[in-house]
C-alpha cells in the first residue's frame, strides 16, 4: 500500500509539476507576442509618421500662393479625414531655363474591415497614397498599414486654430493658413489576455512652407 501511495504522490507532484511549467511557457508565450504585436505596431506608426512629415513639410513648396492655394480642403466624414490632396513645384536647377514639374500628391483613406478592441468592434482603414506628375495618371506611391481606427488633417491658422475652409481662407489670404496639423491612431493587429496595449496614437503640426 504505501508503495502504491508512493507512486500516487509522485504522480500527482509531477503533474503539478508539468501544469506550472506549461503555464509558465505559455505566460511567456503571451508576453513574447505581446512584445512583438507593440513593436510592430510603433515601427509601422514611426514609419507612417515619417513619409506623412515628408510629404506635409513640402506641401505649397515652391508655389505662389497669392496666385494658387496649394491644397484641397480635407475631406471629412463623421469626424476623420477620408481624403487630401495638395500641390508642391520640383525646380530641375541643372538645365537652363531651370525645369518645374508639379507634383499632386492625394491621399485617400480606404477601409480595411473591422477588428476588436477591448471589448469593442473598431472600423480600420489605411491610407492610399498617390502623385501624378505635371497633370499625368495617377501612380500608387505608398500605403499605411491597414490597422488606423482614426486618421484626421487640419489647416491651421497662426493661433493653431483650426480653420473650417481653410482653402476659401488661403484663397483671400494667403498667409492665414500657417500649419498643417496630422493625427491618427493605430491598433494592434491581435490582443492576447493580458494584452496591455491596445492603441498608439501619434500627433504632429508641421509648419507650411511660405
Known sequence: MHVIFDNLNALVIGGVVVMVILSMQMR??????EETAN???????VDLATWMEDDLMSLGLNIDKSAEVPFINPVDSAGI????????DSINTT??????IRITTRYDLVSTGTTEVDGENVNIYAVQRRQR???GPWMDAG?????LSHFRIDMLNRDAVPISDPAGVAATKPDSIQ????????????ETNRST???IYYGSTLMIPQ
Do not use: C, H, W
Not at 179 to 189: A, K, Q
Open 95 to 100: 538645365v537652363s531655363p531651370p525645369d518645374t
Open 143 to 147: 500605403r499605411s498599414p491597414g490597422i
Open 39 to 45: 513593436y510592430m505596431v510603433k515601427r509601422q506608426g
Open 133 to 135: 506628375l505635371d497633370g
Open 81 to 88: 479625414t477620408v481624403a487630401f490632396e495638395f500641390i508642391q
Open 197 to 199: 496595449l491596445s492603441r
Open 179 to 190: 500649419n498643417t496639423r496630422v493625427r491618427f491612431t493605430l491598433v494592434t493587429p491581435f
Open 28 to 33: 511567456v508565450a503571451e508576453i513574447n507576442i
